[in-house]
């Protein structure tokens, strides 16, 4: 089986996983390390912000992945050298995943207890850093995903949105490397849509996928039905991501109800493509899919097959409820909780760098062994999860 078509197949088998590494996420080793990582673990795609640098370190850390394969397999991992998709996301307006926090600490009252630091899932706000040599917010580390606002007890803290300028597009999207495209779109914004399709457009042939993200919203399936009927026909495989909650995996299982309840509703709405979750997944959203009958069975269509119509994603769903009627879900992304589940690795890493003044500014995570299988072991924990339980069905 060629590279290209691994990715593809676990579409079809409904087992896709795709590491997203924040549309805003710029922290270069960062990106280099999780592509890295996740790719060992048998992830299918990555996400990356459109942004050339972060486009090259995700490559690096791909064709390092690949001469790694026989000592992965080796070490009991499944990975095989094959590569996994490489996706740049855009948008088409104002969108909280293409946001970053901004602050004057200088402007921060001494006596602040500084609950912005604290809460920070991407490690981005720090004071007197002697790594960053820095106060304030991280650029390239900060993802948007708002946390700190709210809890800043001065309201110090504001953010600055970008939107993807159409005539930029271009050269990303034929950018070496770049195997799909993902747009953040939102009810009401077809025209904007159209402006960046047409934009796209000339060069879609290339791609192998092409994702729609979009959160719910009124009227949410008439409007993706429309953009279908924009984009449609598609050489590519067409996958419509269902952003539950934004940006919140690492908070707490639950979180991962709300992505799960909006998958059920676009499937429902039987649009052609693939339908894959986001938003709000962590390392129980499988087994609440398991739970609803949702993940495709090995061998089968989907589903557990029969009627449940009624039936609604909640706290108390089990797998004894009655089975859903819905077409499975082909896969799952995960951002922050994916990110995050990691974070004790690479801040390890770059501890190292500060405290070994010998050593070179930015150690790659593969030029430690330790902690490179140990990234690999924790991203292979959640990427088995769908990866490997139509295996374990068909063996009961």
């Given amino acids: 089986m060629t590279d290209l078509l691994v990715p593809l197949q676990s579409l079809k088998q409904g087992n896709w ?8 996420f710029q922290h270069l080793p960062a990106v280099r ?11 299918d795609c990555i996400d990356v912000a459109a942004d050339p640098a972060v486009i090259a370190a ?15 397999q080796k070490r009991g991992f499944d990975y095989k050298g094959n590569l996994p998709f490489l996706m740049v996301s855009l948008n088409d307006g104002e969108d909280p995943h293409f946001r970053k926090a901004e ?33 304030g917010v991280v650029s390239e580390k900060c993802y ?21 300028t159409p005539g930029a597009i271009a050269p990303l999207v034929m950018s070496t490397g770049v195997d799909a495209v993902e747009i953040h779109t939102q009810v ?27 959160p719910d919203g009124d009227g949410m399936t008439d409007y993706l039905r429309t953009v279908y009927e924009l984009i449609a026909p598609l050489k590519s495989a067409l996958i419509w991501q269902t952003d539950g909650r934004s940006m919140s995996g690492d908070i707490g299982d639950g979180t991962t109800i709300a992505a799960v309840k909006l998958g059920q509703k676009v499937l429902a709405a039987k649009l052609p493509g693939y339908v894959q979750l986001a938003g709000g997944t962590n390392s129980y959203t499988v087994a609440k899919l398991k739970a609803m ?6 061998g089968g269509a989907g589903g557990d097959g029969g009627a449940g119509e009624d039936r609604e994603v909640n706290s108390s769903s089990s797998p004894s409820s009655s089975p859903s009627s819905f077409p499975p879900i082909a896969g799952v992304a995960y951002g922050s909780y994916a990110r995050v589940l990691l974070s004790p690795i690479l801040e390890k890493l770059e501890n ?16 430690d062994e330790v902690l490179l299988w140990q990234a690999v072991e924790l991203a292979h924990s959640l990427v088995s999860q769908i990866k490997s339980w139509q295996r374990r069905e068909s063996e009961h």
């Fill in 103 to 135: 602050f004057n600490p200088n402007e921060c009252p001494k006596d602040c207890p500084r609950p912005c630091e604290r809460i920070c899932p991407a490690q981005a706000i720090v004071f007197d850093s002697i790594k960053e040599d820095f106060s």
């Fill in 33 to 43: 390390n999780l592509t890295l990582a996740y790719t060992l673990a048998g992830a």
């Fill in 352 to 367: 190292k760098e500060v405290s070994n003044a010998n050593m070179k500014a930015t150690i790659r995570l593969e030029e």
């Fill in 293 to 298: 009958g949702l993940l495709k069975r090995a």
């Fill in 17 to 24: 996983f795709k590491l997203i590494c924040g549309a805003s």
């Fill in 188 to 214: 009401g914004r077809l025209a904007e849509f159209e402006r960046l399709w047409q934009a796209i457009s000339p060069w879609a042939d290339r791609l192998k996928v092409l994702a729609i993200s979009c």
């Fill in 144 to 164: 948007g995903c708002g946390r700190c606002l709210p809890i800043c007890p001065y309201d110090k803290i504001y953010t600055a949105s970008y939107v993807t």
């Fill in 58 to 72: 995700a490559q690096s850390g791909l064709q390092v992945a690949k001469t790694l394969a026989k000592d992965a």
